[in-house]
């Protein structure tokens, strides 16, 4: 049975991108940083019939805790065969270069880029004992720095520096990532969830969660012949379905 390593878990894109690789025969490790919350999502699947599941703590923005997170997933498995970068804050929105504080930055970049590079190296051990290890870091379409040079962009004015420039630096990561991963058949793919009414953004978005992680689980699952290295948005590019970076 496969396993996978899903950050934040314990609701909305993260939770339900948990529900669909059980039911697709994974055996998912579901991060959370309050173990409670972990443990009630893991009773409501369970409830659902999905018994291969568990929690595991991890709050991202702590090192100590990744690397506690790290010690105890290795005792319980010998490997990772997916791990899915999914936790992420916005800072808030509005977000505006001059008004918008370095501390909210640090903050955003804090749990969208550093986290992530702390948890790659801390399960890459894992992920490389897999035959077919996959990598998905949960960007956004706002990190595509083409599309905001583009005043044709649907979404043009939604600027929000802090997220987009650290959903941006994420996919910079991603594709460094791609590069040094890919002769030992990994494939690291950024993926765009699409808007999604989550409390992410109290509900606003027009997209479903069940779409949001379906896009999830399509990158954590691609064959030998999937491509490494891309950015995948269907809201960005509905025809190709990949961003320009
Ligand atoms: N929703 C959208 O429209 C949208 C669009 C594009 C990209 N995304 C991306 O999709 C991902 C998931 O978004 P979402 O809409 O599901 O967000 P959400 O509803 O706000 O859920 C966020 C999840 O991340 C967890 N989390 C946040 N900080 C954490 C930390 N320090 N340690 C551990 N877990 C942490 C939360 O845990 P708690 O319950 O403990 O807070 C929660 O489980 C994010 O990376 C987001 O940037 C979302």
Known sequence: MKKVLITGANRSIGLETARQLLKQGYYVYLGARD?????????????EGLQHA???EIDVDSPASITAAGAKLAEKT??????VNNAGISGGF???ALDTAAPVFRQVFETN????VGITQAFIGLLKKSEAPRIVNVTSGLGSLTLHNDPSWKYYSVKGPAYMASKAALNAYTIVLAFELKDAGFKVNAVDPGYTATDFNHH???GSVEDAAARIVKAAT???????GQFFSDDNSPETGISPW
């Open 35 to 47: 173990v409670s919350k972990g443990q009630d999502a893991v009773e409501q699947l369970k409830a």
């Open 54 to 56: 568990e929690v595991l």
């Open 78 to 83: 010998k490997v990772l065969d997916v791990l």
């Open 94 to 96: 509005p977000q505006t």
């Open 113 to 116: 880029v550093f986290a992530v």
């Open 204 to 206: 606003s978005g027009p």
């Open 222 to 228: 691609l064959g030998d012949d999937g491509p490494t």
